[in-house]
């Protein structure tokens, strides 16, 4: 899933002071889940905002409310007449949401109330790691299901790097060795003579460095006619 | 030969090896780095010039590399993955080549949160794998990574890194192998100070033969002083450094000596492992004392190459 965590309150009241009728719109799924934006995230931000807007005299009323997802245009529409009431939306979605609402209604101005970090997962209560780039062409066949695009800080197709020790990355003592996680894996399965083969330079044109990425699929489009 | 090299003729000739390492400066002033160079210039056969070492933005390896070749001295320029993608290194390297730069040495480099631009984008386009092998094909199957075809003649001296003190230890062998086959001649290895870690990795080098397929150059680096031993164990990636070490440099009256001496004993040990083709010897910061540690570790004078 999409994780993120909430911006500073003083970048969000900074970013809302212009504007008298604000509205704090929670997310009710991914941001929900780790607890950066859902329906009681956006509760507690819009009052803290109230606070600080009565701290700093600055009139006007904020309210809340929360759609199941704002990364979609149907569930933005169930809300769409209330939405238009307010002069700005600090939006508690990721930075997906945000950018759907903008794009679905360009009438309405919108602000991120969060940084999005990352897709990942969460491994206890209050933790949350990273996983998945979406570099669009998996290599998890290759490396026993431990993402080296992701998980290696160098990105390192043909690993581990010689900064690894003791199982930890050079960068530190809580970052794993993605390599060392998947020679160990490779290692219980007998397959540790696959890391003998050269894998070739990727081809990042599948990635966010061949520009945004539009997937089509043709099989389940509508055809809305003419 | 490959490329014909000092280097490379240095190696073919089966005797053991010296070669020294320059940083380049962290400004506009060169002549330090020329100094440094300079005082070397009877005791190494080449001198390898860092790329960026440690994510520090330095006079590029290549201008520095440039630098040696016009005072008739011999550069192994390193190139990391880091700072360049593809293009610009393949870029690079003919222009390395055009320069008269026959010497290129592979490696990822450092991460750059360990450097001055912690901020900065860490490029990563390619690993070091990729790098030796890419550049093998651009050199004997003159092809570009993307497959156009080089044109002239192009030709490099390969060498890469392996560093027997990381992880996991087991895989450190075919590790190297991985690198010769993509196209290594030879092997610069990380700081050694645990020769017995260093000894049993050799072990497994010589197993499977792999010293007759590249020359392994064993890295030494002088601890100039407890503080730089200690910095060294605990915040240089990849660095081990046995406590017995760091006791005996804080036992001893004279620190700097005792450096020097554990320095020149590990050489005369490397001397004696079979499959060694000779040293590396990483004296960044006390550039001065390489000269002192060839001649008392018996390998001066050097032969004519």
Same mark, same amino acid.
């Given at each position: 899933?999409?994780?993120?965590?909430?911006?500073?309150?003083?970048?969000?009241?900074?970013?809302?002071?212009?504007?008298?009728?604000?509205?704090?719109?929670?997310?009710?799924?991914?941001?929900?889940?780790?607890?950066?934006?859902?329906?009681?995230?956006?509760?507690?931000?819009?009052?803290?905002?109230?606070?600080?807007?009565?701290?700093?005299?600055?009139?006007?009323?904020?309210?809340?409310?929360?759609?199941?997802?704002?990364?979609?245009?149907?569930?933005?529409?169930?809300?769409?007449?209330?939405?238009?009431?307010?002069?700005?939306?600090?939006?508690?979605?990721?930075?997906?949401?945000?950018?759907?609402?903008?794009?679905?209604?360009?009438?309405?101005?919108?602000?991120?109330?969060?940084?999005?970090?990352?897709?990942?997962?969460?491994?206890?209560?209050?933790?949350?790691?990273?996983?998945?780039?979406?570099?669009?062409?998996?290599?998890?066949?290759?490396?026993?299901?431990?993402?080296?695009?992701?998980?290696?800080?160098?990105?390192?197709?043909?690993?581990?790097?010689?900064?690894?020790?003791?199982?930890?990355?050079?960068?530190?003592?809580?970052?794993?060795?993605?390599?060392?996680?998947?020679?160990?894996?490779?290692?219980?399965?007998?397959?540790?003579?696959?890391?003998?083969?050269?894998?070739?330079?990727?081809?990042?044109?599948?990635?966010?460095?061949?520009?945004?990425?539009?997937?089509?699929?043709?099989?389940?489009?509508?055809?809305?006619?003419? | 030969?490959?490329?014909?090299?000092?280097?490379?003729?240095?190696?073919?000739?089966?005797?053991?090896?010296?070669?020294?390492?320059?940083?380049?400066?962290?400004?506009?002033?060169?002549?330090?780095?020329?100094?440094?160079?300079?005082?070397?210039?009877?005791?190494?056969?080449?001198?390898?010039?860092?790329?960026?070492?440690?994510?520090?933005?330095?006079?590029?390896?290549?201008?520095?590399?440039?630098?040696?070749?016009?005072?008739?001295?011999?550069?192994?320029?390193?190139?990391?993955?880091?700072?360049?993608?593809?293009?610009?290194?393949?870029?690079?390297?003919?222009?390395?080549?055009?320069?008269?730069?026959?010497?290129?040495?592979?490696?990822?480099?450092?991460?750059?949160?360990?450097?001055?631009?912690?901020?900065?984008?860490?490029?990563?386009?390619?690993?070091?794998?990729?790098?030796?092998?890419?550049?093998?094909?651009?050199?004997?199957?003159?092809?570009?990574?993307?497959?156009?075809?080089?044109?002239?003649?192009?030709?490099?001296?390969?060498?890469?890194?392996?560093?027997?003190?990381? $992880?996991?230890?087991?895989? /450190?062998?075919?590790?190297? @192998? +991985? *690198?010769? =086959?993509? &196209?290594?001649?030879?092997?610069?290895?990380?700081?050694?100070?645990?020769?017995?870690?260093?000894?049993?990795?050799?072990?497994?080098?010589?197993?499977?033969?792999?010293?007759?397929?590249?020359?392994?150059?064993?890295?030494?680096?002088?601890?100039?002083?407890?503080?730089?031993?200690?910095?060294?164990?605990?915040?240089?990636?990849?660095?081990?450094?046995? $406590?017995?070490?760091?006791? /005996?440099?804080?036992?001893? @009256? +004279? *620190?700097? =000596?005792? &450096?020097?001496?554990?320095?020149?004993?590990?050489?005369?040990?490397?001397?004696?492992?079979?499959?060694?083709?000779?040293?590396?010897?990483?004296?960044?910061?006390?550039?001065?004392?390489?000269?002192?540690?060839?001649?008392?570790?018996?390998?001066?004078?050097?032969?004519?190459?």
């Amino acid at each position: 899933m999409i994780i993120a965590e909430r911006k500073p309150l003083e970048e969000i009241a900074a970013m809302a002071a212009p504007y008298e009728k604000v509205c704090v719109l929670g997310c009710n799924t991914c941001v929900a889940v780790c607890m950066a934006g859902g329906e009681k995230e956006a509760e507690e931000t819009a009052a803290l905002l109230r606070i600080h807007r009565k701290k700093n005299n600055i009139d006007g009323v904020v309210e809340v409310s929360s759609i199941e997802r704002q990364c979609e245009y149907e569930m933005i529409d169930e809300f769409l007449e209330k939405l238009k009431e307010y002069d700005i939306i600090v939006s508690l979605a990721c930075g997906v949401g945000v950018q759907t609402m903008v794009d679905h209604v360009p009438s309405l101005r919108v602000v991120p109330g969060l940084n999005t970090t990352s897709m990942g997962y969460p491994t206890e209560q209050g933790v949350w790691k990273e996983n998945c780039l979406g570099c669009g062409n998996c290599v998890l066949h290759l490396t026993m299901g431990i993402c080296p695009i992701t998980r290696c800080c160098k990105s390192i197709l043909n690993g581990p790097c010689g900064g690894s020790a003791e199982g930890k990355c050079e960068l530190g003592k809580d970052v794993d060795c993605a390599w060392q996680l998947i020679h160990d894996r490779l290692a219980a399965f007998g397959r540790v003579g696959e890391l003998a083969e050269i894998q070739p330079p990727k081809d990042w044109s599948t990635s966010h460095h061949g520009g945004a990425r539009t997937t089509v699929r043709e099989d389940v489009r509508i055809d809305r006619g003419e | 030969m490959i490329a014909g090299s000092k280097l490379e003729r240095a190696i073919n000739s089966g005797e053991f090896v010296v070669t020294g390492e320059l940083g380049p400066p962290k400004g506009a002033d060169i002549e330090e780095m020329k100094h440094h160079a300079e005082g070397m210039r009877n005791h190494v056969e080449a001198y390898n010039i860092t790329d960026n070492q440690t994510a520090i933005v330095r006079t590029s390896s290549i201008a520095c590399g440039k630098t040696l070749v016009d005072m008739d001295l011999e550069p192994i320029i390193q190139i990391v993955v880091r700072d360049r993608n593809r293009i610009c290194i393949q870029s690079d390297v003919l222009g390395a080549h055009a320069m008269g730069i026959k010497n290129i040495l592979c490696l990822a480099g450092d991460h750059q949160s360990f450097g001055n631009e912690p901020g900065s984008k860490g490029v990563y386009d390619i690993d070091s794998m990729q790098l030796i092998k890419g550049l093998k094909d651009m050199r004997d199957e003159k092809k570009f990574m993307g497959g156009d075809d080089v044109e002239g003649e192009f030709s490099c001296f390969l060498g890469a890194v392996e560093n027997p003190f990381a $992880d996991p230890f087991e895989y /450190r062998v075919d590790r190297l @192998e +991985k *690198k010769i =086959e993509a &196209g290594a001649s030879f092997i610069q290895t990380q700081c050694i100070f645990d020769l017995e870690r260093f000894e049993r990795w050799m072990e497994l080098v010589r197993e499977r033969g792999l010293h007759e397929r590249c020359a392994i150059l064993g890295g030494v680096t002088p601890m100039k002083s407890l503080g730089a031993a200690r910095y060294m164990k605990n915040n240089v990636s990849g660095i081990t450094i046995p $406590d017995s070490l760091v006791d /005996r440099l804080k036992g001893a @009256e +004279k *620190k700097k =000596e005792e &450096g020097l001496k554990i320095a020149i004993e590990t050489i005369e040990r490397l001397k004696e492992i079979e499959g060694v083709a000779g040293v590396h010897i990483m004296a960044i910061a006390w550039e001065e004392v390489v000269p002192e540690i060839v001649e008392r570790a018996g390998l001066y004078p050097r032969p004519k190459f």
